[in-house]
């Protein structure tokens, strides 16, 4: 079965760095668009960045220019480097694998939080 496994969060300053690690297992990683997702008690789910097995990516508004999504098809892992991180960046950050017949699948989410 699918599964996903986040690493990483934690507590950092504001302006500081971070870096989320997936490691994923029961499909085949090289060909599943793969992405970050993140939610906040109280609100919707927000895809952050995602990356296509062709390389070309996607990033939420927000977060453009400050974090950077990739990917190890060998290690079957998914990154994402968040840097100048923002108190607004605190949240459950969600490991997702899209599915075009099962639909979205998540890890059970690691927190990070951002101090001002």
């Known amino acids: 079965q699918v599964q996903l496994v986040e690493s990483g969060g934690g507590l950092v300053q504001a302006g500081g760095s971070l870096r989320l690690s997936c490691s994923t297992s029961?499909?085949?990683?090289?060909?599943?668009?793969m992405a970050w997702s993140r939610q906040v008690p109280g609100k919707q789910r927000e895809l952050v960045a995602r990356?296509?097995?062709?390389?070309?990516?996607y990033y939420f508004e927000p977060v453009k220019g400050r974090f950077a999504i990739s990917r190890n098809n060998e290690k079957s892992t998914v990154y994402l480097q968040m840097n100048s991180l923002k108190p607004e960046d605190t949240a459950v950050y969600f490991c997702?694998?899209?599915?075009?017949?099962?639909?979205?699948?998540w890890g059970q989410g690691t927190q990070v939080t951002v101090s001002s």
């Open positions: 029961g499909f085949i990683f090289s060909t599943t668009v």
């Open positions: 997702t694998a899209l599915f075009p017949d099962l639909g979205p699948r």
């Open positions: 990356l296509s097995p062709d390389g070309s990516t």
